[in-house]
């Protein structure tokens, strides 16, 4: 397994602001995966981040609104730009360590309130 | 595509009797199977796996799922609930790209 964190833990944002969320790993990994759960909702996958490439988008997600960094084998950024209250979720990070199989350790999420 | 049904959105036992929670898949070939528990204000926590093998496999927490093929089913069970168990439980299948699709979950209530 592996210990990840985020963050922050949680935020209250207004509309039109920009949130930049961190997650780190205690170990490197190639791939990396931000979710969205929004109230009530299952799990939504929004990128796949890989080091040393562009982040790939799933459908209806695009690079303008939900920018991703992945600057090194152990960290990556994910930030939810011009927000609106229907931004209003938990952001949780995952990690594959195995490299295949689908095997993936969850963050402890941010949970993003946008008044 | 691959797809997941969770078709109880809440379920409620009392503390000390089984459970199980009902999953079933859409995938062509042979799946990769997770349960995952989520705990209130927590991330996901994985309980248990299933890639090939012996179709029952054991988790975490006394928790075991049995993969039935011919019914595209993964459903998770627990001989004795215990009030901690109260949580959200998501049944995910692996996706190309290393991705997981999720079910929509199934919120477990335990009754004293």
């Known amino acids: 397994s592996a210990v990840i964190s985020q963050k922050p833990s949680r935020d209250i944002c207004q509309r039109g602001t920009s949130l930049t969320i961190q997650c780190q790993v205690d170990?490197?990994?190639?791939?990396m995966f931000w979710y969205r759960q929004q109230p009530g909702q299952s799990l939504t996958l929004i990128a796949t981040?890989?080091?040393?490439?562009?982040?790939?988008?799933e459908s209806g997600f695009v690079i303008d609104k939900f920018p991703i960094s992945r600057p090194n084998l152990t960290f990556s950024t994910l930030t939810v730009s011009n927000m609106s209250p229907e931004d209003s979720s938990i952001y949780l990070c995952s990690v594959d360590l195995a490299g295949g199989g689908n095997e993936q350790f969850f963050g402890p999420g941010t949970r993003l309130t946008v008044l | 595509a691959q797809s997941v049904t969770q078709p109880d959105i809440h379920i409620t036992v009392s503390e000390g009797a089984s459970l199980e929670l009902r999953c079933n898949y859409s995938?062509?070939?042979?799946?990769?199977l997770f349960w995952y528990v989520q705990s209130p204000g927590q991330g996901l926590q994985l309980l248990l796996k299933?890639?090939?093998?012996?179709?029952l496999v054991q988790g975490i927490k006394g928790f075991e799922a049995e993969f039935k093929r011919s019914q595209s089913s993964f459903n998770l069970r627990k001989p004795s609930v215990h009030w901690s168990d109260a949580a959200e439980y998501f049944c995910a299948v692996g996706a190309s790209g290393n991705k997981l699709v999720f079910g929509a979950g199934t919120i477990l209530r335990v009754k004293s």
């Open positions: 299933y890639f090939s093998g012996d179709t």
């Open positions: 995938y062509g070939a042979t799946p990769y």
């Open positions: 170990s490197q990994v190639t791939m």
């Open positions: 981040a890989n080091q040393g490439s562009e982040a790939t988008y």
